[in-house]
């Protein structure tokens, strides 16, 4: 796939450059939901209000357009021409550290307590990844080469943070879309290393663990089954199947799993990546043309760093029972009092329909 | 605190309207979450997007203010003038069953199983509170004689939602602003009935129910006994306390407890109900001055409605580790996709300073 590519790495600088910006933000516990909150060290303003007319940041003023290198900090890694510079131009895909980094490469988590409360320091990483040099680009216009790029350093990304013994949990995600949180237009997706297992994924390998205990098998290998039955596929190859959840809390809400049980997200090979590619190029096209460019969230839900037996009631390792995926969360409307408040959705598409229309778009735009 | 009104309750209306809309939802549950969706029968329509200088429902076309009460279902209850009639003017709060209910009041819950999925018709009910006949009235506004009104409703609606013996929660909330989902700009609450006990409330009661077993404590009475001692409180009268938690996810976020051990909001005798009003009036005028009238829900959290054993592991009633309290969640920004995948929020203030800020409001304007 990379043929005319060569990657290029840029070590040693990534430490340098953190150490300037000199942040150190705090992780705090709620003790009621066992939910951590990052706490950013710096100066808090009231964020405007998002809204679709707001004017956004044009090409010309962009740091992540071709030409801007340097007004970036280095780069972690780049897929890059032949011949070309780190921190210059001619990449496609190249990972920088965020300059407003909520966590920290440097340093020791200092757990700590106070009275009942738990505490850490904010050691991480936080990284984006900037899909490609063209400013306008859209992720659900890309071509297969290019999503091929982009899931590649996801998983680069991925196998090298979690080298770091630090890290619980690597985040991968991305955000389209000022009222799906994405302020900066160009096209880029976020690593997060983690010094903890986030609640959402605690809780699935939870499920997924009392699921096996009662009948030894992958709740959601059972779930794609299911699912298949029901109608509720949006797309399907090889290796790869989209589908719109039984119990989704939102309108075209698409899940994307590795047809056979796989846990970590890592493990994935190149063929594996280019199936992958290939669904979700379709996937989001069939979002954008039905919703017409809809702001949307991609996040992916892979096992913790760490195989760890912390959450295991059934004695066995987490590899047998959690299934590795990636949840596209189109956002449509905010989420009201109600939802917010409770974590009870109300959805006003069955997910039957929403696959239907999506399966009707793919059949007509390809 | 009503001499000069009469309680007028309208019976056998209400379960008439709701057989005319002929509405029947479905509930699914996530199985990896255990949380549930409501599916609305009825038209799907992509929503448009929210935007604060979207038009808002004048008070001309609004259907909520005095004058217009023939435009909405017949009125379930409301604080009336004496000598004033049901369904015409005269009132100062008045309850509705919701004309686009997601929930209806009539028929059987039909637990059904789909293989490893359950759903469950959607009985409940979903009404507003109609805070004021005032259309341009403000929550952070109200005398204290009026906030006293309005948690009187929610009392009033708590208890007599209870006597259904298929609810299994009773949710009150309120949305103010476009941004939290909020639409109809004239001030009102909610009040829903679950055959399903919010996903929430049942991981609190799960982790308070823990903390019980390990230390025979309440676990929010610990919090509110360490908030205090750092600083943390808002405001605070004789019987109740707001304050900014520990972990906080979003920027003022704000808790009101009561400050002696109390597991049942429906419990709140008349005196508690006075002081509670003092503290939200203070609570919210604070974020309005603060925040310049910010988007934010108000959402309580209190014992399901059978103080059912199904989440105790330390074979204690709920009444006794569990403490009811409404959250008041400013919605500033959007959740990004790393917060809204993941459960773990990125919060730029501190809760000590959050609650610095407010207080120093409250000295100046009381």
């Given at each position: 796939?990379?043929?005319a590519s060569?990657?290029?790495?840029?070590?040693?600088?990534?430490?340098l450059w953190?150490?300037?910006?000199?942040?150190?933000?705090?992780?705090?516990?709620?003790?009621?939901?066992?939910?951590?909150?990052?706490?950013?060290?710096?100066?808090f303003q009231?964020?405007?209000?998002a809204?679709?007319?707001?004017?956004?940041?044009?090409?010309?003023?962009?740091?992540?357009?071709?030409?801007k290198?340097h007004?970036?900090?280095?780069?972690?890694?780049?897929?890059r021409?032949q011949?070309?510079?780190p921190?210059?131009r001619?990449?496609?895909?190249?990972?920088?550290p965020d300059?407003?980094?909520?966590l920290?490469?440097?340093?020791?988590?200092?757990?700590?307590?106070?009275?009942?409360?738990?505490?850490?320091?904010?050691?991480?990483?936080?990284?984006?990844?900037?899909?490609?040099?063209?400013?306008?680009?859209l992720?659900s216009e890309?071509?297969h080469?290019?999503?091929?790029?982009?899931?590649?350093?996801?998983?680069?990304?991925m196998?090298?943070?979690?080298?770091d013994e630090?890290f619980r949990?690597i985040q991968i995600?991305?955000?389209?879309?000022l009222?799906?949180?994405a302020?900066?237009?160009?096209?880029?997706?976020?690593?997060?290393?983690?010094?903890?297992?986030?609640?959402?994924v605690?809780?699935?390998?939870?499920?997924?663990?009392?699921?096996?205990?009662?009948?030894e098998?992958?709740?959601?290998?059972d779930?794609i089954a299911?699912?298949?039955?029901?109608?509720?596929?949006?797309?399907?190859?090889s290796q790869?199947?989209?589908l719109?959840?039984?119990?989704?809390?939102?309108p075209y809400?698409?899940?994307?799993?590795?047809?056979?049980?796989?846990?970590?997200?890592?493990?994935?090979?190149?063929?594996?990546?280019d199936?992958?590619?290939e669904?979700?190029?379709?996937?989001?096209?069939?979002?954008?043309?039905?919703?017409?460019?809809?702001?949307?969230?991609?996040?992916?839900?892979?096992?913790?760093?760490?195989?760890?037996?912390?959450?295991?009631?059934s004695?066995?390792?987490?590899?047998?029972?959690y299934?590795?995926?990636?949840?596209?969360i189109?956002?449509l409307?905010?989420?009201?009092?109600?939802?917010?408040?409770?974590?009870?959705?109300?959805?006003?598409l069955l997910?039957?329909?929403?696959?239907?229309?999506?399966r009707e778009?793919l059949?007509?735009?390809?």
């Amino acid at each position: 796939m990379f043929s005319a590519s060569v990657l290029i790495k840029v070590t040693g600088q990534r430490q340098l450059w953190v150490k300037e910006l000199g942040i150190m933000s705090t992780l705090r516990r709620n003790p009621v939901t066992y939910g951590w909150t990052i706490y950013p060290d710096g100066e808090f303003q009231i964020p405007r209000p998002a809204c679709p007319e707001e004017p956004q940041i044009s090409a010309e003023e962009c740091p992540f357009c071709e030409g801007k290198e340097h007004t970036t900090p280095p780069e972690i890694t780049a897929i890059r021409r032949q011949g070309s510079m780190p921190n210059g131009r001619g990449w496609s895909v190249r990972t920088i550290p965020d300059i407003n980094a909520v966590l920290r490469i440097e340093g020791a988590l200092k757990r700590r307590g106070e009275g009942i409360y738990d505490l850490m320091d904010g050691v991480g990483a936080h990284e984006l990844i900037i899909e490609t040099p063209e400013h306008h680009s859209l992720f659900s216009e890309y071509s297969h080469q290019k999503m091929h790029e982009i899931v590649w350093m996801y998983r680069e990304r991925m196998r090298d943070l979690l080298k770091d013994e630090r890290f619980r949990y690597i985040q991968i995600c991305r955000n389209y879309g000022l009222r799906a949180g994405a302020r900066i237009p160009h096209p880029h997706s976020l690593a997060i290393a983690l010094p903890v297992v986030p609640r959402w994924v605690r809780e699935e390998i939870a499920r997924a663990a009392e699921f096996w205990k009662m009948k030894e098998r992958c709740l959601f290998c059972d779930m794609i089954a299911l699912d298949r039955k029901a109608n509720r596929v949006v797309f399907e190859n090889s290796q790869f199947i989209a589908l719109a959840p039984f119990a989704s809390g939102v309108p075209y809400e698409t899940w994307i799993f590795p047809s056979m049980h796989q846990s970590q997200f890592q493990d994935i090979d190149d063929y594996e990546l280019d199936s992958l590619a290939e669904v979700l190029q379709k996937t989001t096209k069939a979002l954008a043309n039905k919703l017409n460019n809809p702001p949307y969230n991609l996040i992916l839900h892979t096992s913790p760093a760490k195989m760890s037996h912390q959450w295991d009631s059934s004695e066995k390792p987490i590899a047998e029972y959690y299934h590795w995926h990636i949840e596209i969360i189109p956002r449509l409307r905010e989420l009201n009092g109600f939802e917010y408040g409770t974590g009870l959705y109300v959805n006003p598409l069955l997910p039957e329909a929403a696959a239907a229309h999506l399966r009707e778009i793919l059949d007509k735009v390809g």
